[in-house]
């Protein structure tokens, strides 16, 4: 097979009887209509040709059916294949599923018992199904394929695939990024790259982080961590020392583990009275050394939320800057709140900020939720427009007690 790349198509070997199937996404704008992408996404599928048996695992996004059966068909014939892996049926993978069963209705699909019914209510079929039970083997001449079942990575139904005589593990949404690379092994975990990586797990499994440790745990027991290659269904594949690099951070991401003295700092300003009291903090908390990644809503500047909750997902702690819109926070702050509290369930020292003109509503509904979802509210402050000498003394004050709280 040889090596293909056409109109963000890549066809590419990963070992002597696997290979990728990509395709590049640079038209979606907002992941599963919700977080900005910029970046770009890839969907990648994977192909084991073996002397008996053809298998397909995943497919790309719904819509790219008739993509993804022309890349396919230039690599074999769709009667030939045998089975399609189903690791899980959210339409970023599943989505030619169907157009496949239309072209090849003897394809034996495998997933998780809870796929069969997805795959009535989602696509409305009901081919041949093989349900798997978890460790499960399917053989094949040269290759045993051992189905795990990682409930919550991202949904009740998703498996991962290990093929232990290529020592690879498939691995669907665990271990993907968002970002398109120019490559299909990366060769580096660069900044950049985990940043990629952090942000897809922070806006997509984030929900479910209590379930990564126990999955990350149950997978490398029974593989015994005999891991060479991490093949993910979006981003590059992961190969060789990088695959345990790639494990850590994956535990990282799932704790919360504060990286780089990192603080994020993120507000809301309609007409600069926040933005003057959060380049005060931020000027602060540089000079004691934090690195502080910025994300602002303002008239010219609107951040990328996505990004937003992947970097608080390894900060030391946040510093919210809410202002007061219709005696509620600012809606986009609300928004980023909401977000916080749902992908990051808590666990990291907040300090609160807010601003108002004629009523001091916002501050302890604000300070109530934080809590109440298991962060740890430092201080907050609510400042009535332009702040005073003595708002801005007890925003020191604040701030040393959540520098105390962070490097304690
Ligand atoms: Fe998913
Ligand atoms: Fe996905």
Not at 48 to 77: H, P, Q, R, Y
Not at 139 to 158: A, D
Request: proline share 3%.
């Amino acid at each position: 097979m040889s090596k293909e790349r056409s109109h963000g198509i890549i066809i590419d070997k990963v070992s002597r009887d696997l290979m990728i199937i990509r395709y590049d996404d640079t038209t979606t704008k907002y992941f599963e209509a919700l977080w900005e992408i910029p970046e770009g996404v890839t969907y990648n599928a994977y192909l084991l040709v073996d002397d008996d048996a053809t298998i397909l695992f995943d497919s790309w996004k719904k819509g790219l059916e008739n993509d993804f059966l022309n890349a396919l068909s230039s690599v074999i014939d769709i009667r030939d294949l045998d089975y399609v892996v189903i690791h899980h049926m959210e339409s970023d993978h599943s989505g030619s599923i169907k157009a496949l069963y239309e072209k090849n209705p003897d394809i034996t699909f495998i997933g998780h018992p809870m796929t069969n019914k997805l795959l009535r209510s989602l696509y409305g079929i009901s081919p041949r199904f093989r349900a798997v039970k978890d460790g499960e083997i399917l053989s094949t001449r040269n290759y045993q394929l051992m189905f795990i079942h990682v409930p919550w990575l991202h949904w009740p139904e998703t498996m991962v695939t290990y093929i232990p005589q290529i020592k690879t593990l498939l691995t669907c949404d665990v271990f993907g990024a968002y970002t398109i690379p120019k490559s299909v092994f990366i060769e580096d975990l660069s900044d950049e790259y985990v940043f990629s990586m952090r942000k897809y797990f922070a806006n997509i499994i984030g929900f479910y982080r209590d379930n990564v440790i126990k999955n990350l745990d149950k997978v490398l027991t029974i593989t015994k961590g005999d891991i060479e290659i991490i093949a993910p269904a979006h981003g590059a594949v992961i190969k060789g020392d990088l695959v345990r690099k790639a494990i850590d951070l994956y535990r990282e991401f799932a704790l919360k583990t504060p990286v780089n003295r990192k603080i994020v700092v993120a507000y809301s300003s309609m007409y600069g009275f926040v933005d003057g009291i959060m380049n005060h903090v931020t000027q602060v908390l540089s000079d004691w050394g934090f690195n502080v990644s910025s994300y602002r809503f303002t008239d010219k500047e609107r951040a990328g939320i996505g990004d937003l909750i992947g970097d608080a997902n390894n900060a030391l702690g946040i510093v919210l800057g809410i202002s007061t819109y219709d005696t509620e926070p600012f809606p986009l702050m609300d928004y980023v709140i909401n977000l916080l509290i749902k992908k990051l369930r808590g666990g990291k020292p907040i300090l609160l900020i807010t601003d108002y003109g004629w009523g001091d509503v916002v501050l302890k509904h604000v300070k109530a939720r934080l809590e109440k979802a298991g962060f740890t509210v430092i201080d907050a402050i609510s400042v009535n427009g332009v702040p005073t000498k003595d708002d801005l003394n007890k925003i020191d004050i604040a701030l040393q007690s959540f520098k105390q709280a962070m490097t304690q």
